[in-house]
């Protein structure tokens, strides 16, 4: 079956709007997450629901329709409006029924892991949003997540390493936002090791197991190389 009229321009809106960004989140990255996204939604049980499966296609397409701002952080929208709008403004340009664009703003705006730092629960109940913020995070562990995470930081010309940093814990909202000072390797510590524990879907832990696993083995070899060990 072919994709739909609304999924191809979706893609190309996609395409245009990440086209310049670095790696770590150009329009490859929206398109694995999508593909993560509906083999997740898949596994539990969505798939005899088509509107559930278009909600985590176009949310899953669009969570990360992002500018980045002058210190390299990204912000997600709706917090920026003009970006925010963009979403929406095309729902509505392609008649997508209100409560499905309701969901796919809703899932978008709460998928933020800065919002679960500091213990806050998301507001999105719907079954689409642990389908489509599991795929999310998926792509930000394993091998792919490693070589976002070190893409993003070579971007922002961050340190890639020093044991004299070491990494923050018991973060606040504010204090994760403000990554002055920090390493590449220490996101890893901060965020990426604990978003195996933060998944929402059976399948989503099923998958991030292998993904943490692989993290930690590399991490082992990453500090008895640095240390001249290995």
């Known amino acids: 079956m072919g994709k739909s009229e609304i999924i191809v321009k979706a893609e190309k809106l996609v395409e245009?709007?990440?086209?310049?960004?670095?790696?770590?989140?150009?329009?490859?990255?929206?398109f694995r997450v999508r593909d993560l996204a509906l083999s997740l939604a898949r596994e539990e049980?969505?798939?005899?629901?088509?509107?559930s499966m278009l909600i985590v296609e176009l949310a899953s397409l669009l969570h990360?329709?992002?500018r980045f701002s002058a210190n390299g952080f990204a912000f997600r929208k709706p917090r920026d409006p003009s970006e925010g709008k963009i979403v929406e403004d095309f729902l509505v340009k392609e008649g997508v029924d209100d409560d499905?664009?309701?969901?796919i703003l809703n899932i978008i705006k709460g998928m933020g892991f800065k919002e679960e730092v500091g213990g806050l629960k998301p507001s999105t109940h719907y079954p689409e949003f642990g389908v489509v913020q599991d795929a999310d995070r998926l792509d930000a562990i394993g091998a792919i997540g490693i070589a976002r995470c070190f893409t993003f930081g070579g971007s922002r010309n961050r340190v890639l390493h020093d044991?004299?940093?070491?990494?923050?814990?018991?973060?606040?909202?504010?204090k994760y936002m403000?990554?002055?000072?920090q390493t590449t390797v220490n996101h890893f510590h901060e965020k990426l090791l604990?978003?195996?524990?933060?998944m929402k879907t059976k399948?989503?832990?099923?998958?991030?197991?292998?993904?943490?696993?692989?993290?930690?083995?590399?991490?082992?070899?990453?500090?008895?190389?640095w240390d001249g060990r290995a």
């Open 100 to 103: 499905i664009k309701t969901r």
């Open 64 to 66: 990360d329709i992002v």
């Open 178 to 181: 403000n990554k002055d000072e």
């Open 203 to 225: 399948a989503g832990q099923r998958r991030a197991e292998r993904r943490h696993k692989f993290m930690e083995e590399f991490l082992q070899e990453f500090y008895e190389e």
């Open 194 to 198: 604990k978003l195996k524990e933060l």
């Open 163 to 174: 044991p004299n940093i070491k990494p923050r814990s018991d973060l606040s909202k504010e």
């Open 16 to 30: 245009s709007a990440m086209k310049g960004n670095d790696a770590s989140h150009d329009a490859a990255h929206a």
């Open 45 to 51: 049980g969505l798939a005899t629901s088509p509107d």
